[in-house]
């Protein structure tokens, strides 16, 4: 059987043990709950007024381009993705984060024939 001393000893190492475990715990979620804001794009949709930002789409993308009237998602300024009006296809940067402006870009063509007719 240990000595009570013995015991007493243990049991004190093992609180402070757990003390210093949540004292690392609070710290951590602390810091985590702290993390930076992360970084707002603003996206803009609009009618194109160049084919070559198209041409450029359409080649990254590697997808045909036809006339026709197309609207664009500038990421920041930057031409990232486009949709056709008349028949829905889609050229965009498949280097860049593109699916939440194709979403756009496909809502705001559906608005667009609604109203034409």
Avoid: C
């Avoid at 190492?13 to 710290?27: E, L, P, T, V, W």
């Amino acid at each position: 059987m240990m000595h009570p001393e013995l015991i007493r000893q243990v049991a004190n190492a093992r609180i402070a043990d757990f003390r210093r475990d949540a004292a690392r715990y609070r710290r951590a979620r602390a810091v985590s709950s702290h993390a930076p804001q992360p970084v707002r794009t603003s996206i803009q949709l609009r009618v194109s007024a160049s084919n070559e930002e198209l041409e450029r789409l359409a080649a990254l993308s590697e997808r045909p381009l036809h006339d026709g009237d197309w609207i664009v998602a500038d990421l920041d300024g930057v031409p990232v993705a486009a949709v056709s009006v008349e028949d829905g296809a889609t050229v965009y940067d498949p280097f860049r984060p593109t699916s939440q402006a194709v979403s756009l870009l496909r809502l705001r063509r559906k608005q667009v024939l609604a109203t034409a007719y």
